[in-house]
């Protein structure tokens, strides 16, 4: 057993909040650039340079990507092997309060969603927990903007419905959002589960590697098939007409229920931010 | 192009959906609850906290400023969020809005009718907008925030037109044209 010490989770997630508003990923950086290579607009060529300008200058000054640095979703997995001394949960929230105060972050939470009123820390954040075989505790912070996660949805199919009718809802969800999500986008996709299963999936699958393949042969050629036909659409950059709609498309999926086909779509912003780290 | 604020007749008149604008002078931030409190003054009959005659407003909630800046990152936040208030403020004499993403038919309808201009900024190159920005003060609701309204001072800030006076949409226009897919 290896005992770990709230604070060291607090300033932990504190850190990571603070780096993943201000340094995009390699991946979603080597993206863009490729991006800006191969789209054929001129508009959108110049999107993809002004986007790749933003990010030098937030990573230089030390400042946001983005004005919306997000609601702090968190992924925890905790090994069997540690003992965390204190309470998690708040250890964690108060990590996300330090980090958005001290890195200047926006704060975009407010306390009930229908009286409306600023919490004015940003706390609190959404948590999922995992347990793992594993000596290690391990932090992945996603802040995740209004614009892109607005667009999002979770549909029940039916089994009849079958490939085609994912198709058919995710190319209706990506041409619906338009240029809300903040083009060029990454889709993450949770199919099968249950209905909070299919979101999650979704939500997890928006933090694989951009460039990485899914396992299952048949899931990795509907991951790229779709991205095609994504990328057919024409939505383009900031929606103003493009070859590049989305920079990814990922599926992520789990066994479900014989009467259902369960869809999560979790549309992702260039802004596409986490972070990890293992205490 | 280089466009000043107050927006008069005859640059409404010169610009086309699909021009790229720099915009210099004054514009205001407001969005979603500013948006509501300043719809629920002008229905009372009441005074808005800035005269809305030829100005424009820029859907924004700004990062904080870090020690010594005008203001943190800046970028466009969703339009049609603004939607239902949007049509009331045009009829007021708003004459531009920044933001991004498409407005509902009601609004470009409002945009023809009362001879206005939407704009969109890049969404998430809002350090790089942000340098455009040179003057900021909260001039209402200080209560909301980041959602406060900002009288902010702009010099060269980049936008492009997306629904003109004359009823063009660039949305439409330019996914058309690289639409390869019917489904
Ligand atoms: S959708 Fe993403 S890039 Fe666009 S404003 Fe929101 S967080 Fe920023």
Same mark, same amino acid.
């Given at each position: 057993?290896?005992?770990?010490?709230?604070?060291?989770?607090?300033?932990?997630?504190? !850190? $990571?909040?603070?780096?993943?508003?201000?340094?995009?990923?390699?991946?979603?950086?080597?993206?863009?650039?490729? %991006?800006?290579?191969?789209?054929?607009?001129?508009?959108?060529?110049?999107?993809?340079?002004?986007?790749?300008?933003?990010?030098?200058?937030?990573?230089?000054? @030390?400042?946001?990507?983005?004005?919306?640095?997000?609601?702090?979703?968190?992924?925890?997995?905790?090994?069997?092997?540690?003992?965390?001394?204190?309470?998690?949960?708040?250890?964690?929230?108060? %990590?996300?309060?330090?980090?958005?105060?001290?890195?200047?972050?926006?704060?975009?939470?407010?306390?009930?969603?229908?009286?409306?009123?600023?919490?004015?820390?940003?706390?609190?954040?959404?948590?999922?927990?995992?347990?793992? !075989?594993?000596?290690?505790?391990?932090?992945?912070?996603?802040?995740?903007?209004?614009?892109?996660?607005?667009?999002?949805?979770?549909?029940?199919?039916?089994?009849?419905? %079958?490939?085609?009718?994912?198709?058919? #809802?995710?190319?209706?969800?990506?041409?619906?959002?338009?240029?809300?999500?903040?083009?060029?986008?990454?889709? %993450?996709? @949770?199919?099968?589960?249950?209905?909070?299963?299919?979101? #999650?999936?979704?939500?997890? =699958?928006?933090?694989?590697?951009?460039?990485?393949?899914?396992?299952?042969?048949?899931?990795?050629?509907?991951?790229?098939? #779709?991205?095609?036909?994504?990328?057919? /659409?024409?939505?383009?950059?900031? +929606?103003?007409?493009?070859?590049?709609?989305?920079?990814?498309?990922?599926?992520?999926?789990?066994?479900?229920?014989?009467?259902?086909?369960?869809? +999560?779509?979790?549309?992702?912003?260039?802004?596409?931010?986490?972070?990890?780290?293992?205490? | 192009?280089?466009?000043?604020?107050?927006?008069?007749?005859?640059?409404?008149?010169?610009?086309?959906?699909?021009?790229?604008?720099?915009?210099? +002078?004054?514009?205001?931030?407001?969005?979603?609850?500013?948006?509501?409190? #300043?719809?629920? /003054?002008?229905?009372?009959?009441?005074?808005?906290?800035?005269?809305?005659?030829?100005?424009?407003?820029?859907?924004?909630?700004?990062?904080?400023?870090?020690? +010594?800046?005008?203001?943190?990152?800046?970028?466009?936040?969703?339009?049609?969020?603004?939607?239902?208030?949007?049509?009331?403020? $045009?009829?007021?004499?708003?004459?531009?809005?920044?933001?991004?993403?498409?407005?509902?038919?009601?609004?470009?309808?409002?945009?023809?009718?009362?001879?206005?201009?939407?704009?969109?900024?890049?969404?998430?190159?809002?350090?790089?907008?942000?340098?455009?920005?040179?003057? =900021?003060?909260?001039?209402?609701?200080?209560? $909301?925030?980041?959602?406060?309204?900002?009288?902010?001072?702009?010099?060269?800030?980049?936008?492009?037109?997306?629904?003109?006076?004359?009823?063009?949409?660039?949305?439409?226009? @330019?996914?058309?044209?690289?639409?390869?897919?019917?489904?």
């Amino acid at each position: 057993m290896r005992k770990i010490d709230c604070n060291a989770i607090s300033e932990a997630v504190a !850190r $990571l909040v603070i780096e993943a508003n201000v340094f995009l990923p390699d991946d979603v950086l080597k993206a863009l650039e490729r %991006g800006e290579r191969e789209e054929e607009s001129a508009v959108g060529k110049d999107i993809f340079r002004q986007i790749i300008k933003n990010n030098e200058i937030a990573a230089s000054e @030390g400042m946001p990507v983005c004005q919306d640095t997000g609601m702090a979703v968190i992924f925890v997995e905790i090994g069997n092997e540690v003992y965390i001394e204190g309470d998690l949960e708040k250890a964690i929230n108060d %990590g996300v309060r330090m980090g958005y105060r001290d890195g200047c972050l926006r704060k975009s939470i407010v306390n009930d969603p229908i009286k409306r009123v600023n919490t004015g820390d940003n706390t609190p954040a959404v948590i999922h927990y995992r347990f793992v !075989r594993a000596d290690h505790l391990k932090i992945t912070v996603a802040p995740k903007g209004g614009g892109s996660e607005n667009m999002s949805l979770v549909k029940m199919l039916k089994p009849a419905d %079958g490939k085609e009718g994912v198709r058919r #809802l995710v190319l209706e969800t990506v041409r619906a959002a338009g240029a809300n999500p903040c083009p060029p986008i990454i889709v %993450g996709i @949770g199919l099968g589960g249950n209905f909070e299963k299919a979101a #999650l999936l979704a939500k997890e =699958a928006l933090l694989r590697p951009l460039d990485d393949r899914n396992p299952d042969p048949d899931i990795a050629a509907f991951e790229e098939s #779709l991205l095609e036909d994504i990328n057919k /659409l024409g939505i383009g950059p900031q +929606g103003l007409g493009g070859r590049i709609t989305a920079l990814a498309c990922k599926i992520n999926t789990y066994p479900c229920h014989i009467a259902s086909l369960p869809v +999560g779509i979790n549309i992702n912003c260039h802004v596409a931010r986490h972070k990890s780290i293992e205490l | 192009m280089e466009i000043k604020t107050p927006l008069k007749d005859d640059v409404l008149e010169r610009l086309r959906a699909g021009d790229r604008v720099f915009i210099c +002078g004054i514009i205001y931030t407001a969005r979603d609850a500013a948006h509501a409190r #300043l719809f629920e /003054l002008l229905e009372k009959g009441e005074e808005t906290p800035f005269p809305l005659e030829g100005q424009v407003i820029y859907y924004t909630g700004p990062a904080p400023a870090k020690a +010594g800046w005008v203001i943190g990152s800046a970028g466009p936040t969703t339009s049609y969020r603004m939607d239902p208030y949007t049509p009331m403020l $045009l009829k007021h004499g708003l004459k531009g809005m920044i933001g991004k993403g498409a407005r509902s038919e009601e609004v470009k309808e409002a945009i023809r009718k009362y001879r206005a201009v939407y704009f969109a900024a890049v969404g998430g190159a809002a350090a790089l907008i942000s340098r455009s920005i040179k003057k =900021a003060e909260i001039i209402a609701y200080p209560d $909301l925030g980041t959602e406060a309204v900002r009288k902010i001072e702009v010099v060269n800030f980049p936008a492009i037109v997306i629904n003109d006076i004359y009823g063009n949409d660039l949305y439409e226009e @330019g996914v058309r044209a690289y639409q390869r897919l019917e489904f």
